[in-house]
């Protein structure tokens, strides 16, 4: 399945957030929308970095409660993994794992148009494994 397909599925909206907010505003857009990380992107459109529950804890964990008032931007990953439309799912997987990331970005000429996550990728892989096993079952019974 290629990458269009599934935001196609899940819709393509995209929460961004600017680089100058706190990490405060970042949790409570968090929250807010169920949501596990954020791109962020000072005019909705580029990538800037992005940033996620994960960047929180440990920078919590090494320098305190203190951050919570600090910027997205001090705490953001800027070299973010990024695709195509025209990239697909199983392409991700490795990707995802060898650079230890949950979300992709989508972006068609440089402009952020989507954002692919692991469970979209879990998703997708469980519904081959289950139609295989349909079409094993078929065969072993037709």
Do not use: N, W
């Not at 290629?2 to 968090?30: C, F, H, N, P, Q």
């Not at 402009?111 to 079409?135: C, F, M, N, P, Y």
């Amino acid at each position: 399945m290629r990458v269009a397909e599934a935001m196609r599925r899940k819709g393509g909206s995209v929460v961004t957030i600017s680089g100058d907010r706190s990490v405060r505003d970042l949790l409570a857009l968090l929250a807010e929308h169920g949501i596990g990380a954020v791109v962020v992107s000072d005019d909705g459109t580029s990538v800037d970095g992005i940033v996620s529950e994960r960047d929180v804890v440990r920078r919590l964990h090494t320098d305190g409660d203190g951050i919570l008032d600090g910027t997205v931007a001090a705490i953001m990953t800027t070299a973010v993994q990024t695709c195509g439309p025209e990239a697909t799912l199983d392409e991700l997987m490795p990707v995802m794992t060898e650079h230890r990331v949950r979300h992709v970005p989508v972006l068609v000429d440089a402009r952020l148009t989507g954002i692919v996550s692991i469970g979209d990728v879990v998703k997708h892989r469980i519904a081959e494994v289950q139609a295989e096993r349909d079409q094993l079952e078929h065969y072993i019974s037709g």
